[in-house]
């Protein structure tokens, strides 16, 4: 900068260029650029020599690499730089460098990026709902969960739910109860193509799932589906599925039931409310305060998200849903019953009274029993009771083990069986009358000496008496 003002003041001092390179002892190639003042040292001329060596179909070749890694959407196994040069070499006989290559590739990748258009939503407009996956202990076993987690769109305000299975059951659920929690219903809910929702078709011809519709018609909100790899539709609620697995599942939660995990999930939500976000111009418990006023108002009938069939109890007094086996009383065997089902219990029911009740077997073809069920049943066919499943499923080894000791009769066994419904067999164990030893009398009974001849003087008469 110094030698430019020099050259500038020298000039329009009369002196030549010659005179200024001489004075100054710099090229006169320098003092020429700076002459008449159309260049500036402060601004470079950007480097834009395009190597010869690549040639249009070396750039078409690199070109349509990147377009099948557009088409194929594999984030694990898409062309690399190095891998680009390495097919250049071997099916081109590319002769020029790797990094030549490399910068290629970044520039073409750079004009690819997508851009995004910033977007502002009024109260109560929307609401944005995914699925995720974090691992927890759930009574003391590591389980996979999936969280439903949603985030009104103007507030930015959370709410997580975790379920054992990602099904439409738990989908319409999940839904219910965020309208409970958030106190109303946005006029949108934004979700992806997840078939919980979506019977075919995606983005905006998408076909809803009958539960789906339903749940929207009885709630008035409209369903936007989002278009396929396009997260970016629902951004706020994708943050949310990161943050929720890093603050609030590390380190991995221990709960001893589902439930006890999303209360643990929900303080979360609502300690996330005095967060104040960059950019919002309150903390996210004022705006929520402010959007509930938009919210439509919950209906007056709350929306059962079950599932229902109907079936026959079979000769085993169980009933099937689901590929699983339920039991029922046995007085019900043969029966026509109907069959209601939530994401964690099944409730069977007979003419509209619930005759039986689960907790939802997540596995398949699982037959899940009930003792109390049986008992009556076992009271009838005593010699099958150490053989039938509901007992050996019910009850563990080491008390049937010791059941089989005592030498019980059929009919105590079953006595025994009707207290396992209340009390616990290790208690059983310890105060049952079977496992305490004999009752020993210990006075000595003196028996005294009888006269008979009486009796035989009635028998044969006086003189029989004397025999």
């Not at 009556?376 to 050996?392: H, M, S, T």
């Not at 080894?397 to 010791?402: A, I, N, V």
Request: a positive charge; aromatic letters at 10%; glycine letters at 6%.
């Amino acid at each position: 900068m110094e030698i430019y003002k020099q050259i500038r003041k020298m000039r329009l001092e009369g002196m030549s260029q010659r005179q200024i390179a001489a004075t100054l002892h710099i090229s006169r190639n320098t003092v020429k650029k700076y002459w008449d003042g159309n260049s500036v040292p402060w601004e470079r001329k950007v480097y834009s020599r395009q190597p010869c060596i690549l040639t249009q179909e070396v750039v078409a070749f690199v070109k349509k690499c990147l377009e099948e890694d557009s088409r194929s959407k594999s984030k694990k196994q898409h062309h690399t730089a190095k891998r680009i040069y390495d097919r250049l070499v071997a099916e081109w006989g590319f002769t020029g460098g790797e990094t030549t290559v490399r910068r290629l590739v970044k520039e073409l990748r750079e004009k690819q990026q997508e851009a995004f258009v910033p977007l502002a939503f009024p109260p109560g407009d929307a609401l944005q709902i995914d699925w995720g996956e974090a691992t927890v202990y759930l009574d003391g076993v590591k389980t996979t969960v999936n969280l439903f987690c949603a985030r009104l769109c103007y507030s930015d305000a959370p709410i997580v739910l975790a379920y054992r299975r990602q099904n439409e059951e738990s989908f319409l659920d999940a839904l219910v109860r965020v309208f409970q929690y958030f106190g109303g219903v946005p006029k949108h809910v934004i979700f992806d193509n997840g078939k919980v929702a979506v019977k075919d078709g995606f983005g905006a011809h998408a076909r809803k799932q009958a539960g789906y519709a339903a749940l929207a018609a009885h709630y008035g909100f409209e369903a936007v589906f989002c278009n396929p790899a396009s997260g970016n539709e629902k951004g706020l609620v994708e943050g949310l599925v990161g943050y929720i697995r890093r603050n609030a599942c590390v380190p991995i939660p221990k709960a001893e039931t589902i439930e006890d995990l999303n209360l643990m999930l929900e303080e979360k939500c609502i300690k996330y409310l005095s967060h104040q976000i960059h950019g919002k111009a309150s903390p996210v418990g004022e705006m929520l305060a402010q959007e509930k006023k938009e919210l439509y108002s919950l209906p007056g009938y709350p929306f059962e998200p079950c599932k229902r069939t109907s079936g026959r109890v079979d000769r085993f007094c169980t009933v099937r849903f689901d590929t699983n086996s339920y039991s029922v009383p046995a007085v019900y065997c043969g029966k026509e019953v109907s069959v209601k089902a939530g994401p964690e219990m099944v409730f069977i029911y007979l003419a509209g009274q619930c005759i039986a009740q689960h907790r939802r077997c997540l596995g398949r073809n699982q037959a899940v029993y009930k003792l109390e069920h049986y008992l009556p049943l076992l009271e009838k066919k005593g010699r099958a009771i150490f053989y039938a499943r509901p007992v050996q499923d019910t009850l563990p080894g080491y008390f049937l083990d010791w059941l089989q000791k005592q030498n019980l009769s059929p009919k105590e066994l079953v006595e025994i069986l009707y207290r396992c419904r209340e009390e616990d067999w290790n208690v059983i164990m310890t105060q049952s009358s079977c496992h305490t030893a004999p009752v020993q009398i210990q006075d000595t009974v003196v028996v005294q000496a009888v006269d008979l001849h009486t009796y035989d003087a009635f028998l044969y008469g006086k003189a029989g008496a004397g025999v």
